[in-house]
């Protein structure tokens, strides 16, 4: 067997990381994590943190997601995931490890009705946004051997997404009110952990900008109503509840989100062999994968 090179997951305790982490381990695989402990707003200590470690890949899942917080702070966000970028990028150049960083369908403005390739312009709606926008730009200036994958609506069995909202409002309320004119493509963590895997097990140096996600394009109103769909089916519900589909001007927030910013996964796929499946399949998996026993479970 190639042995694997030495990997080191930033961000370890965030939704993905965790995801990353099992993968990981349930290949074998020993590697390096770190959360707070290795801040990647700060250099030094992410030098501090590489010192003395044979290092050839990092994985970079730490990252500012809180959409309409950054509004009010703008500069944290643009902290965590513009300056952190950079610092990990400047890090990967110096110990000469590739480096993995994932970005957002929000880089773009959501008014085509044609899913986003990835030569498409970016024109961000919101300050994390802008933020992650400047992450991508600075990681491309910084190192070329990085590779960026832009993923939308990630949702997994570890930490706080919308799946696990929406099970929450299904076993609180009476109904809900779900918008109906916001698509886009949801992106189920356990595959995408997967293919990012075999992509390290390979040593693939086909660097460059990518989208990730499952595939179909849906609205909040579709997904919101497979999972009531399936958690009744999986006997995580005890009863249904009506579902309203509204307008976003009915649900207004803090950040503007964009209405339609499906992305275009067939480059991810052409180049780098990755795995998509339809939403509707992971969704179905994601609701066997809940029922293992595990941390992170609701």
Not at 78 to 92: I, K, M, P, Y
Not at 250 to 257: L, V
Request: hydrophobic share 45%; with cysteine; aromatic share 12%.
């Amino acid at each position: 067997m190639k042995p694997v090179p030495g990997i080191w997951l930033v961000g370890a305790a965030g939704m993905l990381g965790r995801q990353l982490a099992a993968e990981f381990s349930g290949r074998g695989w020993g590697f390096f994590a770190s959360d707070r402990e290795a801040d990647i707003r700060d250099l030094q200590a992410l030098r501090a943190f590489a010192r003395g470690k044979e290092i050839a890949w990092i994985v970079n899942c730490a990252a500012y997601t809180a959409v309409d917080r950054a509004e009010d702070d703008p500069e944290t966000a643009l902290a965590v995931n513009a300056d952190g970028v950079e610092n990990l990028a400047r890090l990967s150049g110096e110990i000469r490890a590739a480096l993995i960083h994932f970005s957002t369908d929000y880089v773009f403005a959501g008014d085509r009705s044609a899913p986003y390739r990835e030569e498409d312009a970016p024109r961000p709606l919101s300050r994390y946004g802008w933020s992650k926008w400047l992450g991508e730009t600075r990681l491309a200036a910084s190192l070329e051997a990085h590779f960026l994958f832009r993923i939308s609506w990630l949702y997994g069995v570890h930490g706080a997404n919308f799946v696990k909202t929406m099970l929450n409002v299904f076993r609180g309320r009476e109904s809900a009110r779900v918008v109906n004119d916001q698509s886009g493509s949801p992106t189920y963590a356990a595959p995408l952990a997967a293919n990012i895997a075999g992509l390290i097990a390979s040593g693939c140096d086909r660097y460059g900008t990518y989208h990730y996600c499952d595939r179909g394009v849906i609205t909040w109103f579709d997904f919101a109503a497979r999972i009531q769909d399936l958690a009744l089916a999986s006997g995580l519900l005890e009863k249904r509840i009506p579902l309203l589909a509204i307008a976003t001007s009915q649900f207004p927030t803090r950040a503007k989100r964009p209405a339609h910013a499906a992305l275009d996964n067939r480059k991810v796929v052409r180049e780098l062999g990755f795995r998509v499946h339809d939403w509707q399949a992971n969704l179905e998996e994601f609701f066997r994968e809940l029922a293992l026993p595990g941390p992170g479970r609701p």
